[in-house]
């Protein structure tokens, strides 16, 4: 059978104990490097257990966690992982408007730790324009945060003067980076090396742009070769290309403004080894592509027929076994 022609389920959006907002023991708070590996093998069991072929870590800010379970991976002792893992990014861009917007990159699983870390030193972070590092986090948190803000943050500035990790999680909760330099970062690396990956109606996503009042941004952005993450059923078939009763209201003017049909995808947010795999609502994507990038990129330009979504169809894990989701 050709590879290429079975269905897997994919999570495109999950976080591991280096995102700040992990739900549980952080890899910053181990305190020996058996606890570290404790963490790490925890991770790579859920990740074992959520069933998917592949899933991209997101992690605002950093690649340290993708980096740190490659390392533990190349281990000959080390527990085996099932799916690929595809570094990610998560970060927050200036937007035209007083609200956060999210954005996220997605990576080739091939690229090493240091073409990692050269991606995340051309982004610059805003106000400054300085790389997006640990240390010039810091730095922003305690040059520009205000009193007020960081009393919002529960924090002051006494703290962040006196703890970097104090002052590291503020400008996490805070900092930005320049839409600018995001699309730099994608240029520099190229379509076979990086892909924007768009949140449309999930956390901090497009659509809380107000588009009459900002009529040109948010077209520009759907605009773009981007992989959206998409909850609504009705807009992800429409992101894809197919007109169904639920949104041929909005069709026309919908694949107007993104120009040609787009891969849309749900995942997880998980923020806890236990929710890997658990898709809000049940609505896992599955995509019909061998779990590279290369098959990701064949799903970005065939999406109609490589990917489904959330709950709506009848997939095949292979030829001969359909499962409905």
Not at 150 to 176: C, F, N, R, V, W
Request: overall charge neutral; aromatic content about 8%.
């Amino acid at each position: 059978m050709n590879q290429g022609a079975s269905w897997g389920k994919w999570d495109l959006h999950i976080h591991t104990p280096a995102s700040y907002q992990w739900n549980g023991k952080r890899l910053r708070d181990a305190a020996t490097s058996a606890e570290r590996d404790e963490i790490l093998q925890q991770v790579v069991g859920g990740i074992n257990n959520s069933g998917c072929v592949a899933v991209a870590v997101m992690d605002y800010w950093t690649f340290d966690g993708v980096l740190a379970l490659r390392e533990y991976l190349a281990r000959p002792d080390a527990m085996k992982c099932s799916a690929t893992l595809f570094p990610g990014i998560e970060l927050r861009v200036v937007s035209p408007g007083d609200f956060r917007l999210n954005v996220h990159v997605l990576l080739n699983p091939e690229l090493s730790a240091e073409k990692l870390n050269a991606f995340k030193a051309q982004l610059k972070l805003s106000i400054t324009g300085k790389p997006l590092t640990d240390g010039y986090l810091v730095e922003w948190a305690r040059q520009h945060l205000s009193v007020e803000r960081l009393k919002e943050l529960g924090t002051t500035q006494q703290a962040i003067a006196a703890d970097e990790a104090a002052a590291l999680l503020a400008a996490s909760k805070s900092a930005e980076v320049t839409p600018e330099s995001v699309a730099d970062a994608l240029k520099t690396f190229g379509e076979r090396n990086a892909i924007l990956f768009m949140p449309f109606d999930t956390s901090d996503g497009v659509n809380k742009i107000r588009f009459r009042e900002h009529y040109a941004y948010p077209r520009e952005v759907l605009a773009r070769e981007a992989i959206f993450e998409v909850a609504n059923p009705a807009t992800r078939d429409a992101f894809i290309g197919v007109r169904t009763p639920a949104n041929n209201a909005f069709f026309e003017a919908f694949s107007a403004a993104i120009k040609h049909p787009k891969l849309a995808v749900r995942g997880s947010d998980a923020h806890r080894v236990a929710d890997y795999g658990q898709f809000p609502g049940g609505n896992a994507t599955w995509i019909k592509a061998l779990p590279t990038f290369a098959g990701l990129l064949q799903a970005c330009r065939e999406p109609a027929n490589r990917a489904d979504a959330p709950g709506a169809r009848i997939h095949r894990a292979n030829d001969a076994n359909p499962i409905k989701i």
